[in-house]
């Protein structure tokens, strides 16, 4: 099994700054793949990014290309998202996912931590 707890939320006023983390622990040996996905309220999970686990492979959605960066520290396990010129409509539940060997499909999914962009 594998755990993932993010942090790093908040409330932050647009054109502002975050950094998302995401822990994982576990059996991390497994994994192929870790990403960032969100959800709004009342709208489906988007996919972020995603970065290959112990190596620099990754890979943006078209609408955070640019603005968000994933990274990770190996040492630490831990996965990072950079969200830089926040927008308003970025206002959602933030949260990694880990997959064992696919860039589409997860296998572990944690919580999420809250994003709130205020105008």
């Known amino acids: 099994q594998v755990q993932l707890v993010e942090s790093g939320g908040g409330l932050v006023q647009a054109g502002g700054s975050l950094r998302l983390s995401c822990v994982v622990s576990g059996r991390t040996d497994t994994l192929y793949t870790t990403a960032w996905f969100r959800q709004a309220a009342g709208e489906e999970r988007e996919f972020l990014a995603v970065?290959?686990?112990?190596?620099?492979?990754?890979y943006y959605a078209d609408s955070v290309k640019g603005r968000f960066t994933i990274s990770a520290d190996d040492a630490l396990n831990t996965v990072y998202l950079q969200l830089n010129n926040l927008k308003p409509e970025d206002t959602a539940n933030y949260y990694c996912?880990?997959?064992?060997?696919?860039?589409?499909?997860?296998?572990?999914y944690g919580q999420g931590t809250q994003v709130t962009v205020s105008p």
């Open positions: 996912g880990a997959s064992k060997g696919s860039y589409y499909n997860y296998d572990y």
């Open positions: 970065k290959r686990w112990r190596a620099s492979d990754t």
